[in-house]
């Protein structure tokens, strides 16, 4: 139980465009989720939480405009990367907080901006 | 706010023998600590978590240890297997508060 699902796993888009990340939960209710970004050989970086039916808190530095995260609903959230540019390219992973107390990865994304 | 360190950052053992990751954090408010595996292109994985209310907590080859007084905590994997070579990296929490990670321990297993 507990499954974070993470699509797209992979994608590649042109300078200038917006890519949506989803994370879903498929067996429970997701309350709060995060977003992290991961760079090669790097630890994981929280970016923002998101809390169903509210804004998400940004991290300092994390652009909340270019990082757009939308949690409408217990079983989604979503992470519009505004205006990609190259030096957004990098793998980015969700996480949640499960029913039974614990907190569940989804597989991640890896993002390339070209 | 928490900080987390986490040595070695690489790890090479023999296919059998054990294996000790070392974490250290700041805040003694914490009270969730669990360890992550990540294989190449993934994301991670939980393999083992201990509460702050429990000193040692083992699930077949794996075993955490906590010390609450040093603010330290250790992975602890024994027998090695070639399928044990990934990165691993543990975490620190207030339960209810995001996570903050460790660098990352690469962990090789020599066959």
């Known amino acids: 139980g507990a499954v974070v699902s993470q699509h797209p796993s992979w994608v590649i888009c042109k300078s200038g465009t917006s890519v949506k990340i989803e994370c879903r939960s498929l067996d429970f209710q997701a309350t709060t989720m995060f977003w992290y970004r991961q760079f090669p050989k790097q630890s994981l970086m929280l970016m923002a939480t998101?809390?169903?039916?509210?804004?998400?808190?940004?991290e300092q530095g994390v652009e909340k405009d270019k990082f757009l995260i939308n949690h409408a609903s217990l079983t989604l959230s979503t992470l519009t990367v505004t205006s990609a540019h190259p030096e957004d390219s990098s793998f980015y992973i969700c996480?949640?907080?499960?029913?039974?107390?614990?907190?569940?990865f989804g597989s991640g994304t890896r993002l390339t901006v070209v | 706010g928490e900080n987390v360190e986490q040595h070695p950052s690489t790890l090479s053992v023999q296919e059998g023998d054990s294996a000790v990751i070392k974490c250290t954090y700041s805040d003694s408010a914490s009270n969730y600590f669990p360890w992550y595996k990540q294989e190449l292109g993934k994301g991670p994985q939980l393999i083992i978590d201990?509460?702050?209310?429990?000193g040692e907590k083992k699930d077949q080859r794996i075993a955490v240890t906590l010390n609450k007084t040093a603010k330290h905590f250790s992975l602890h994997i024994t027998e090695t297997q070639p399928e044990d070579s990934a990165v691993y990296f543990c975490?620190?929490?207030?339960?209810?508060?995001?996570?903050?990670f460790g660098p990352g321990t690469r962990l090789s297993v020599l066959p």
């Open positions: 996480s949640a907080e499960t029913d039974f107390g614990g907190y569940t």
């Open positions: 201990i509460r702050s209310n429990v």
């Open positions: 975490a620190a929490n207030l339960y209810g508060q995001n996570f903050v």
């Open positions: 998101s809390n169903e039916g509210s804004k998400a808190t940004y």
